[in-house]
Every structure is written in structure tokens, then in C-alpha cells.
């Protein structure tokens, strides 16, 4: 997911594909699930935001980490969320597209062929 969308970051002027790639790769391993930090991560990058930041439990500070540059805003707007989802969108389609026109190159031989 993470190379998906800071490719396809690169092609829209409101997000920073260099920097998603950059922001995902060297913080993919702060959050304790893989999963979520490549996206999260990467999606701080491309927004040029900071996400996460302090998180309590039980009134006890669990962590303090922060996925992107310390220069960019802290936090997530509305308007932000709708980028990110038009983000992840858009490299839906792109992906799809690729993988079925690559599935329709190879005349689907893999799920067919006897």
C-alpha cells in the first residue's frame, strides 16, 4: 500500500508523493500494527501533517510518537480526511486498472487454463 499511494500521490499537485514515500518508509514502524503503519504513515507524508502523536490510556500516557516531519502541522482536518480518501480511491482504480489490464493481457490463462 505504502509504494501504491505514494505513487499515485505523485500524480496529484495537493499531496507530496516524495514525501509520503520518504514519511512511510522511515515511520511505518511506530505503530505496534504493520498494517496500519504503512498507510498511516504514508498518508501523513503525502498530507504533509503529523499524525498520531500523544495517546493515553486509563489516564496513564501510553506513547508519544509522531509519524511525519516535525515541520508540518500537527493533526488531521475534515478537509484532509476527504483528500485521503480521494487518495486511497484514486490508487484503488489505478491498481485495479493495472492488475486488470495485465489479467486481460495474459487472456486469463491462469484462472482457465486447464
Known amino acids: 500500500s505504502w509504494l501504491f499511494l505514494s505513487g499515485t500521490a505523485a500524480l496529484f499537485p495537493e499531496f507530496s508523493g516524495s514525501n509520503a514515500f520518504k514519511v512511510g518508509w522511515k515511520d511505518h514502524a511506530k505503530l505496534t500494527s504493520p498494517n496500519a503503519g504503512w498507510c498511516e504513515a504514508t498518508a501523513a507524508g503525502a498530507l504533509k501533517i503529523r499524525l498520531c502523536g500523544p495517546i493515553w490510556r486509563e489516564g496513564k500516557l501510553a506513547h508519544n510518537y509522531w509519524l511525519g516531519s516535525q515541520k508540518d502541522r500537527?493533526?488531521?482536518?475534515?478537509?484532509?480526511?476527504?483528500?485521503?480518501?480521494?487518495?486511497?480511491?484514486?490508487?484503488t482504480l489505478i491498481v485495479s486498472g493495472i492488475l486488470g489490464y495485465l489479467l486481460w493481457l495474459s487472456e486469463f490463462k491462469p484462472f482457465f487454463s486447464p
Open 74 to 91: 500537527e493533526g488531521a482536518t475534515a478537509w484532509d480526511i476527504q483528500l485521503i480518501s480521494r487518495l486511497a480511491l484514486a490508487t
